[in-house]
Structure formats: C-alpha cells, structure tokens
T-cell receptor, first 114, second 111 residues
Framework: EAQVTQNPRYLITVTGKKLTVTCSQNMNHEYMSWYRQDPGLGLRQIYYSMNVEVTDKGDVPEGYKVSRKEKRNFPLILESPSPNQTSLYFC?????????????FGPGTRLTVT | KNQVEQSPQSLIILEGKNCTLQCNYTVSPFSNLRWYKQDTGRGPVSLTIMTFSENTKSNGRYTATLDADTKQSSLHITASQLSDSASYICVVRVGSYIPTFGRGTSLIVHP
C-alpha cells in the first residue's frame, strides 16, 4: 500500500531532550516536507526537500533540523525541544516539486514538550 | 494578515443537508488551489485541484468552484453524510515550493 509513515505517533518529552521523528514514504517521491499544525493557525511548513541531500527552510524552521540521506526517509530533528514546539506534526511527500503535484500526508505525530 | 481566508470557521448541519464552504485568497501569482479534507487525528487528503482556467470541478458529492478574477473558491457538499464531519482546508500555490494554507473550516454533520 502506497503510504507515508511517521514514528512515533505520540511523544511526550521534556525541555532540552533531543528527539527525532521519522518519516518514510514508499512511493519513490522526490519531494518531501514537514509541517506543524497548531489550533487556529493551520498548517505551516517547517522544511522541505526536493531530492536526496537537497533541503531548504519553510516558513517556520527555527529549532528544527532535517536530513535527506535516502530518497524514502526524511527525519525531523529537534536538538533542544522547547514547550512552544508542542504541536501536531505532519510529514508529506509528492512525486515532484511543482505546484500541480498532490502531496500525500502521513498520519501525524502529536508532540508534547513539558 | 493570512493570505488564505476560510469561512465559516465552523459549521454544524444536519445529515442530508447541503453546505458551502468559502475560501478567499490574496496570494499571487496564482498557480492552483486545492481543497483537502482532514479527518480528526489524520493527515489531510486531497479532494480537488483547480487551476487558473478551471471554474468548476466535482469529486462525487464535492464540487469546487473557482473565480480567479475575484480570488474566491467554494466547496459545495451535497447530501451531507456523517462521514463528512471533518476539517476542510483550502491551499493555494503560487508556483513556489511553499504552499499557503487556510486555517480550515470545521464541519460537523449531525444525524
């Protein structure tokens, strides 16, 4: 089944403890991105990647890192999480980077930083 | 000011009734506009995509319209079902890699 998977789905952590949220897609998509979704704000893009070893900042990149060493994986790294990073995170992928390509979203990761 | 405004913020209707959700945008130059459905606790799923030259597009009971001159789009849901309860998100692309998302309309369908 074609899908985007994220792990973990739920995570509670403490301020300053490094964490990684994994994202994997099995559709051979070139383009991948990370979003956070907060009540009343909608989805905001954190980082995106157009291909292996090619990443760039989205609207809200501060406090996050990403890497794209393999085409299928695009992990999101929080080196020193803070409470304002408590949010619902979505990974997405698409066949290409153009506006006409549909993005397929993962199931989401709900992160709580205390 | 958000460049993609959706209204209403929330909507409650009875099963079987029709409803229309609105999306107004100011971003330019316009590339395309998508409507997504997001069930609670799930990722968004694309319903329709509309380009500059398209006025209407249907996907089952969902019909999207676009007026590129007034920069308005609507999503009409016919004969609503309980499974239509979800958040509906309008997303506008301007040809860049960063799409602009609306904040969504939360729809609740009551039996």
């Amino acid at each position: 089944e074609a899908q985007v998977t994220q792990n973990p789905r739920y995570l509670i952590t403490v301020t300053g403890k490094k964490l990684t949220v994994t994202c994997s897609q099995n559709m051979n998509h070139e383009y991948m991105s990370w979003y956070r979704q907060d009540p009343g704000l909608g989805l905001r893009q954190i980082y995106y990647s157009m291909n292996v070893e090619v990443t760039d900042k989205g609207d809200v990149p501060e406090g996050y890192k990403v890497s794209r060493k393999e085409k299928r994986n695009f992990p999101l790294i929080l080196e020193s999480p803070s409470p304002n990073q408590t949010s619902l995170y979505f990974c997405a992928s698409s066949l290409g980077q153009g506006a006409s390509y549909e993005q397929y979203f993962g199931p989401g990761t709900r992160l709580t930083v205390t | 000011k958000n460049q993609v405004e959706q209204s209403p913020q929330s909507l409650i209707i009875l099963e079987g009734k029709n409803c229309t959700l609105q999306c107004n945008y100011t971003v330019s130059p316009f590339s395309n506009l998508r409507w997504y459905k997001q069930d609670t606790g799930r990722g968004p799923v694309s319903l329709t995509i509309m380009t500059f030259s398209e006025n209407t597009k249907s996907n089952g009971r969902y019909t999207a319209t676009l007026d590129a001159d007034t920069k308005q789009s609507s999503l009409h849901i016919t004969a609503s079902q309980l499974s239509d309860s979800a958040s509906y998100i309008c997303v506008v692309r301007v040809g860049s890699y960063i799409p602009t998302f609306g904040r969504g309309t939360s729809l609740i369908v009551h039996p």
